[in-house]
């Protein structure tokens, strides 16, 4: 299939005709690229499974740009969702609801009763809705288990000729995913932590909300393989920077000594530590938001380097940093040296 690629600056009306006939086009959000399809249409949702190589059993998120679209598409908007949506909409933050079970297809559910809605705030993800007016099922634009797309380059490396069109809306703000929140039941609870964070909803509705730790896998996608480099990713932890550091450098030298390609995906206030070795820097310590905008980038110009083994860092604030952990515990699989772990 070819794909055709279009610019900011064109006309969103073919992309537009495009979901309308049952294609796919990938867009940019302010979170990451979105892989879309009309969400109402089973045999297009099932090209978003097969162009990502997604497991079926993995729901869609669906996106929307109206409260009457939302109102088509859920049993009850519960008070407390509403709260969200007043504050967060639109915005990186998608809520779970009951389903209207007959409207949207088993597919983009992946069977549930539930399903999970946002109302992006990317101008040209906005328009296509608009224009196309449906509710577009999307996920990150990406090859199932590597990292999410924030720029165009990644989305043709992964999904070219499997799409019919990429838009190209430049880097992506954010560079994580959406939040995910479940109000679909009494107890609310995160599934996916994001830019918006436990602490930002608690104010926002005033009571608790039920807060899994990392490793558990509560939302159906997050127990898959996810974010993956090619080389074995490691944390490195420590009570100090120039620990951490320090410990970086044994490991490095033993790795060396059975000729392993072997780099550090550090912040900037690391890198003169690392001069001769292959280094990347995630951003600086004193912005989170960008280190949360570079993430999934720096994890795949980890691939471009060819390197074995790569160690990297904890953060250990709350708010973002947890958010962005999130992430790179998965990317790692969970792998993480602590300074007392030493032998
Ligand atoms: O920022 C985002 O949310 C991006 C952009 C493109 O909007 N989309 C995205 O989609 O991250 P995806 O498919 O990569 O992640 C969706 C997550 C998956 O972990 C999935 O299991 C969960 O949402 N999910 C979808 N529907 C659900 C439901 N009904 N109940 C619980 N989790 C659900
Ligand atoms: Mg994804």
Redesign the pocket.
Same mark, same amino acid.
């Given at each position: 299939m070819n794909t055709l690629i279009l610019n900011k600056s064109d006309k969103l009306e073919i992309a537009a005709r495009i979901l309308e006939n049952g294609g796919l086009v990938v867009s940019p959000?302010e979170? @990451?690229? !979105?892989?879309c399809a009309n969400a109402l249409n089973e045999k297009a949702v099932e090209s978003i499974f097969w162009a990502k190589g997604r497991p079926s059993d993995?729901?869609? /998120?669906v996106?929307i740009a109206s409260l009457d679209m939302l109102r088509d598409l859920v049993l009850e908007i519960p008070d407390d969702a509403n709260k969200l949506i007043n504050t967060f909409w639109p915005g #990186?933050l998608?809520l /779970?609801f009951k389903?209207k079970k007959d409207i949207i297809p088993n597919k983009t559910?992946?069977n549930?009763d539930? @399903?999970?809605i946002?109302f992006?705030a990317n101008p040209i993800m906005l328009e296509l809705i608009k224009i196309s007016g449906l509710p577009l099922a999307? #996920? %990150?634009?990406n090859t199932s288990g590597k990292p %999410?797309p924030t720029n165009i380059n990644r989305v043709i490396e992964d999904l070219s000729g499997k799409v019919d069109c990429i838009i190209d809306g430049g880097n992506s703000k954010i560079g994580i995913? %959406?939040t /995910?929140i479940?109000v679909s039941d009494k107890r609310i609870k995160l599934?996916?932590p !994001?830019f918006i964070t436990l602490k930002m909803l608690e104010d926002t509705l005033k009571k608790t909300v039920y807060a899994p730790k990392n490793h558990f896998p509560i939302? #159906? !996608?997050?127990k898959y393989k996810h974010y993956a480099p090619n080389a074995n990713l490691i944390i490195v932890d420590a009570d100090s920077t120039q620990k951490v550091i320090n410990r970086m450098h044994e490991l490095i030298k033993e790795d060396m000594l059975e000729n392993r390609k072997i780099g550090v995906l550090v912040v900037d206030e690391m890198l003169d530590f690392f001069e001769n070795i292959p280094s990347l820097s995630l951003g600086s310590l004193q912005l989170l938001e960008d280190i949360a905008s570079n993430l999934f980038e720096k994890l795949r110009q980890l691939d471009d380097l060819k390197l074995e083994k790569v160690y990297t860092i904890y953060l250990h604030d709350i708010g973002l940093a947890e958010s962005i952990m999130n992430r790179l515990l998965k990317a790692c699989n969970n792998q993480i040296i602590r300074l007392e772990d030493k032998k």
């Open positions: 959000t979170t @990451v690229y !979105g892989l993995n729901p869609l /998120i996106h #990186p998608t /779970i389903a559910r992946a549930l539930t @399903v999970a946002r992006p999307a #996920p %990150s634009a %999410s995913e %959406s /995910i479940d599934l996916r !994001g939302a #159906p !996608g997050m």
